[in-house]
């Protein structure tokens, strides 16, 4: 079964113009995404932040060295097991638009594998004169482990955006299928039923999209009837999210179902069956997964599905034919604690892992049923380590553990359920040492925020770093949709801001998922303003504690972090040096009417409710900007092929703090999507951009 979690987050965070008028805002003009008059003042803009970058000398060889990096072959191959094959997409110097590639894991292991070349992005791009950008690849999984995975579905987007093409390919012939499944742009949900059948949700034209742009029609279509003619299963009101159609296989029998994602984070499973739909009888807001004939809940809120309630973040898990009869004597999975939360659930052929932070430090668990009860034992990890799935497979109980920290270059692991010692686990791949980080560590600090919450945050510095407020630090953080914010190792981050002597601090603040559910949730909607009052409280603690001090201080954030700096930027912009906000949300009283905006009302609110106006409205960078107020100087970044995050959003602030006399930096990658980059070289420039931007603002001088 795909994975929802991470489908969920990447759909929840076209183009209407609302009933604003100019007078309101001089400059809807640039909203429109491909209009001339913004393309010409993107452009413009860009020519002047690439004037200053190009005649600062740190910025050409920091690019190079980062290209460097990311266009390395020492970098680990991630993989997605598939049958006997190891599958990698894989993008270097030579092949910039990327190879889908697989080996063996025998191969795998070696230093230099020999793969197996699936599909290669340059050529067909080159041969097809398109843009592709690689955005992954849905194979039916066969009826049992010794059949080869043949039928998949490949989706391409033109720049980067989220809509892309959707092709049938078959791995053995390594070739596209002449007369094959084809879906044209959109941003379309699909999977396979069978080898002849697909699930649909697309645009099928006039009134078959929400108002957040997605699908709300699902459909069953057979191979070789055209699209026009798919049986029409479920029609979702067009003010809710999305709606998409799946088939799971965890019992070994297929089961279909039909979701009807109705707000951020609430969504109702629907059981097709029998010719109709029935829907699963459980909390909406609960995340769903199944297990062999078990049904797990993990609750993001309190539920009493009987006489005993089950808190907040539990796990809990029933036989779903028992659950179907209407049994509700659920067992206990797994319980969170004050500091401990769950932030991975992942099955193997007899296993559920579990994957906790325990004050936002990894512990891992292996959860097994023996038919009448639950068990579960901790996986024999090395203590202080940041570890992270990495992949499992439905017909084994191998799975891949990452192990990492900011300093520590990440090492894969292949491990086994069952294992009782940490030397049990093998080592696949090790990544080098990307940058020098000797006299580098990690502490975990915690601020106090407004309302008396106390808030870790962990701070990188070298172990001789005087706490005199004299050091060059930068802040980092999200704060939105229960995405958890945890210690990595970034070759680039660390050559271009640790290597050189800079600080680094990564704020857990609310709105994230660190602590569970309840953790996000106290910063939804009228709730928003703990996430800035949150990351104040940990700017103002590392002040404090000598770590750094305002004038050296910067804040860097993306999507909803762009959000969250641009926000914290306007309540207390004396605090800060510096600010780079990446394809950011700004103005909070339009995001709904913007691209997929709509779809994120149940996390901030809406608009157009004059009660949930009136908090949003006071928080909203852009409507809050003031001419008489000193603001640092802000480097905004986003791209015209982001149909994510409108460019809008970033466009007008750069617009309204220059018409406002404020010091700003704008740059749009024309393609990119909502990562900002198509390829490694635009990524090499992006960073580049941003880190010389920030020693320019931020070093003492």
Known sequence: MKRLLPLLLALLMTTALAKTSTADDPYLWLEEVTGERALAWARARNAEAEQEFGA???????RQRLLQIVNSRDRIPQVTRMGEHYYN????AANPRGLWRRTTLDEYRKRTPAWDIVLDLDALASSEDENWVWKGADCLRPESPEQPYRHCLLSLSRGGADAAVEREFDLIDKRFVADGFMLPEAKSRTDWLDADTLWVATDFGAGSLTSSGYARIVKRWKRGTPLNEAQTIYEQPASEVLALGLSERESGARRDWVLRVISTRNVQWQRWHGGKLVALAAPTDAEVFFFKDQLLLRLRTAWTPAKREFGSGAVIAI???DFDAGRRDFAIVYEPGPRRALQTLATTRSAVLLGELDNVRSRWHEATFDGKRWSSRALPLPDHSQVSLAGTY???DEFMLTLQDFATPSTLYLGRIGARRWQDFEVLKTLPAFFDASGIESRQFEATSRDGTRIPYFAVLRKDTKLDGANTALLYGYGGFEVSQLPWYSGVF??????????????NIRGGGEFGPNWHLQARREGRQKTFDDFIAVAEDAIVRGITSPQHLGIMGGSQGGLLVTGTMAQRP???????AQVPLTDMLRFHKLLAGASWIGEYGDPDNAEERAFIARYSPYQNLRKEVKYPRIFLTTSTRDDRVHPGHARKMAARMSALNHDVLYFENIEGGHGAAANNEQAARMWAQTFTFLWRQLAPR
Not at 494 to 507: D, T
């Open 574 to 580: 004396e605090l800060f040096g510096a600010v780079v």
């Open 89 to 92: 997409f894989w993008r270097d």
């Open 319 to 321: 036989r779903l034919a």
């Open 56 to 62: 600062d000398p740190r910025y050409e060889p920091l």
């Open 394 to 396: 439905w017909a084994s």
């Open 494 to 507: 660390g050559k271009g801001w640790l290597e050189p002597g800079g600080v680094f601090l990564l704020a």
